[in-house]
């Protein structure tokens, strides 16, 4: 089965700080990555994805991640952290499967805390 | 578009007792699933949808029935709930199934 790690499970930045939010995986083929944040009680949004081509792909709210195929990994990262970006962030594959469809594997979960 | 739409939102139900989840997508998405959201387990899949009348397993499906009778609808059944059950769900659709997924608000249930 395939499996998605987040090693961090709670982050503390700086408010003006940067962030990295790590990601790695375990696939066989070239997976479907995604990012996904979550503030409380609510819903997933989705931050951004990557299918093929660019390995660094741009998201919403000024985040970006890069795919690094050598090193399994789907780093998250924004230049800058806002106090509005505290919030539960979850990295996921998507399988392909031919005939029935696909499923999604989730990481743990990243925990940020912005400090003013 | 109302997006999707999970209604309750909270429940609490006993040992034994039987409920559905109701989960809507006014999209016309192909593609949808239902997840549970535990502490520090992330978000698992239970089952999941590539249209009407066609359904699977994902990695948590015991305990669980789904049937998907049209595009839109897609309700998720405890059959005999359990305190293992007791979770925040969360439905999702996608207009394919390896793309985004568009997450409904969510039902927190509580088994006593």
């Known amino acids: 089965a395939q499996s998605v790690t987040q090693p961090d499970i709670h982050i503390t930045v700086s408010e003006g700080a940067s962030l990295e939010l790590r990601c790695n995986y375990s696939?066989?083929?070239?997976?479907?990555l995604f990012w996904y944040v979550q503030s409380p009680g609510q819903g997933l949004q989705l931050l951004l994805k990557?299918?093929?081509?660019?390995?660094l792909v741009q998201g919403i709210k000024g985040f970006e991640a890069e795919f690094k195929r050598s090193q399994s990994s789907f780093n998250l990262r924004k230049p800058s952290v806002h106090w509005s970006d505290a919030a539960e962030y979850f990295c996921?594959?998507?399988?392909?499967?031919?005939?029935?469809?696909?499923?999604?594997?989730f990481g743990t979960g990243t925990s940020l805390t912005v400090i003013p | 578009n109302a997006g999707v739409t999970q209604t309750p939102k909270f429940q609490v139900l006993k040992t034994g007792q039987s409920m559905t989840l109701q989960c809507a997508q006014d999209?016309?998405?192909?593609?949808m699933s239902w997840y549970r959201q535990d502490p520090g387990m992330g978000l698992r899949l239970i089952h999941y949808?590539?249209?009407?009348?066609?359904?699977d397993q994902g990695e948590v499906p015991n305990g669980y029935n789904v049937s998907r009778s049209t595009t839109e609808d897609f309700p998720l059944r405890l059959l005999s709930a359990a305190p293992s059950q007791t979770s925040v769900y969360f439905c999702?659709?996608?207009?394919?199934?390896?793309?985004?997924?568009?997450f409904g608000p969510g039902t927190r249930l509580t088994v006593t």
């Open positions: 999702a659709s996608s207009r394919r199934g390896v793309d985004e997924q568009y």
């Open positions: 696939y066989g083929a070239t997976p479907y």
């Open positions: 990557y299918f093929s081509g660019d390995t």
């Open positions: 996921a594959v998507g399988e392909g499967r031919r005939g029935t469809g696909n499923q999604f594997y």
């Open positions: 999209m016309n998405h192909e593609y």
């Open positions: 949808s590539v249209g009407a009348g066609i359904t």
